[in-house]
């Protein structure tokens, strides 16, 4: 089947820490990955994707790589600010555009 | 682009009652979802339409949610009887197209249930 699983937080950082959330996939074919971005009171905002396996997808300073041999997807950016707070969400989609998240994890930057 | 419109943003009701959601999709999109976040956890899939079929209510609990997509455009998601596990945030999003796993979906800003 499909599934994401994603580092559990939260995670509490000091302002230009480097940054990384783990995330691993188990999917059937191959799926697209991507990282979604919660803030407070807010829906789900696209932050970045890839579609094949050795893309890198980034956006606003934030990387992740699709790595079909680990099958992990790991979201990273090299100086936090504290506007990043937030809740980042892994996720794939498969056949038929269905998407599958992970629970999520909790990013608190501190100044 | 309008985003994705979702309303009302909050809700409260008594167990037992009914309540009903309502979405407008980014015009053009062909695929329209309804995710249930409770608090903590990641958005699970209610229902996917495809136009106005469904493609995937396998996690709606049909006994007391039904949703519908009207003309292939606006939806609504009804539960009735409401019951306190059904506190959370209901998530409508939508993409391009449905047949294509590389378009991300755009969400809107969800309505916040609470049952009493």
């Known amino acids: 089947g499909n599934s994401v699983t994603q580092m559990e937080g939260p995670v509490t950082l000091s302002e230009e820490a480097f940054l990384t959330i783990n995330c691993t996939y188990t999917a059937t074919g191959y799926p697209s990955l991507f990282w979604y971005v919660q803030y407070p009171g807010e829906g789900l905002q696209l932050l970045l994707k890839?579609?094949?396996?050795?893309d890198k997808g980034s956006n606003k300073g934030f990387e992740a790589t699709y790595r079909k041999e680990t099958t992990s997807f790991h979201l990273e950016k090299g100086s936090v600010q504290v506007s990043d707070s937030a809740v980042y969400f892994c996720a794939l989609s498969n056949t038929g555009n269905q998407f599958y998240f992970g629970t999520g994890t909790s990013l608190t930057v501190i100044p | 682009e309008a985003g994705v419109a979702q309303s009302p943003r909050y809700k409260i009701i008594e167990k037992r009652q009914s309540v009903a959601f309502w979405c407008n999709p980014i015009s053009g999109h062909a695929t329209l979802y309804w995710y249930q976040q409770i608090l903590g956890q990641g958005p699970k899939l209610l229902i996917q339409f495809q136009n106005n079929g469904v493609v995937d209510d396998s996690q709606l609990p049909k006994d007391r949610f039904s949703a519908e997509r009207l003309k292939g455009v606006d939806s609504t998601l009804k539960i009735q009887p409401a019951k306190l596990e059904d506190s959370a945030v209901y998530l409508c999003a939508s993409s391009l197209q449905g047949s294509s796993y590389n378009s991300p979906l755009h969400f809107g800003n969800g309505t916040r249930l609470t049952v009493t």
């Open positions: 890839a579609t094949k396996a050795d």
